[in-house]
């Protein structure tokens, strides 16, 4: 049996992004974990991880999710951390719309309250509803809301967009957001 990549993307999820402390892990300020001290308290969990699995595991990853500093030397999630972080992203313009992955069970609370962050940073938008579809999808089958970024925008509101191409803002609003049928 091979080695189990998702797995240890999850994992690098959980210590990256919400629970450090699982593993004893120190995340500075911006997120970073020292690339050494994540491999050696992750050993207990994945004896076979180390810098080269890593770095593959990082590299390949279809959304991204991981960075490496310039030198390799510090790790951290991208985006999505329910830990307080500064991931120092500056704001941006958006494009005219943004995307974003539901399913029909949280349909009425957004129509109601909109897009909130939730125990999250910020409300994660797709630039295209292909990637909006696989996030909806991970819940059952996908409902594609399209986000007038632009408008919001122009009404005052912030967007980042994250290393990984995910866009980031802190709510949206219903009355940005156009509910109709896929």
Known sequence: ??????????????????????IDLQLDKEGWAVTQELLEKAKKHFPQLDTALLTEIVESNDKQRFSFNSDGSRIRASQGHSLTVDLGYSPKLP???????TVEKFLDPIKQNGLLKMSRHHVHLSRDTDTAIKVGSRRGKAIILRIRAAEMHKDGM??????????LTDQVPASYIEFKEN
């Open 1 to 22: 049996m091979g080695i189990d990549h998702k797995k240890i993307s999850k994992f690098l999820s959980l210590v990256l992004r919400h629970r450090p402390d699982k």
């Open 158 to 167: 912030q967007f980042y967009e994250s290393e990984n191409g995910v866009w």
């Open 95 to 101: 494009p005219e719309f943004l995307y974003h992955g």
